[in-house]
């Protein structure tokens, strides 16, 4: 039973345009193309932007202003590139300086003076004021600790 073709219509007549089927194939090559070259340049821009390494545009150090007034057992907050950080001042006048992005998930840690603790409000994370090292709560890693370089011209910090 051979199968035959209807037009839609009957008036039309099916032609087998040679001409019409390369340009119908070469504009399906065209946007495939387009749209491989599209993906291509999602993946390029995704690896090129430094997510890999997400301290590759962080600053070599930075100057924490008004760090020197500072008084003991208190901390203030500064921003090393686009990282938060906590400087921490303890009860005998030495400095500390932390990330201050809580590595359970990622909530603003403080440092609170009367407990002598870097504290986690989200989910009671505690952390040493001394190391950042994680003491208790559920943060699964201690918090990254700057080092701290006292200048004449001010305090700053960089990458430890
Ligand atoms: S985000 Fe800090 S303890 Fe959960």
Redesign the pocket.
């Known amino acids: 039973m051979s199968e035959e073709k209807t037009p839609i219509n009957p008036e039309d007549e099916f032609v087998d345009d040679p001409q019409r089927r390369n340009f119908m194939s070469a504009l399906i090559a065209g946007a495939s193309a387009a749209y491989a070259a599209g993906i291509g340049y999602v993946i390029y821009r995704y690896l090129s932007t430094g997510i890999e390494n997400p301290d590759a545009n962080l600053p070599a150090q930075i100057k924490i202003e008004k760090a020197e007034t500072l008084v003991n057992n208190s901390s203030m907050p500064f921003k090393f590139g686009s990282k938060p950080g906590i400087l921490i001042k303890d009860d005998k006048g030495d400095l500390h300086a932390f990330t201050s992005t809580?590595t359970?998930?990622?909530?603003t840690v403080s440092y609170q003076g009367d407990q002598k603790r870097i504290f986690?409000a989200?989910?009671?994370?505690v952390y040493d004021p001394q190391t950042g090292k994680n003491v208790s709560?559920?943060?699964p890693a201690p918090l990254t600790a700057f080092k701290i370089i006292k200048e004449q011209d001010g305090i700053f910090v960089s990458k430890a």
């Open positions: 809580c359970h998930l990622g909530c986690c989200c989910h009671g994370g709560g559920p943060p």
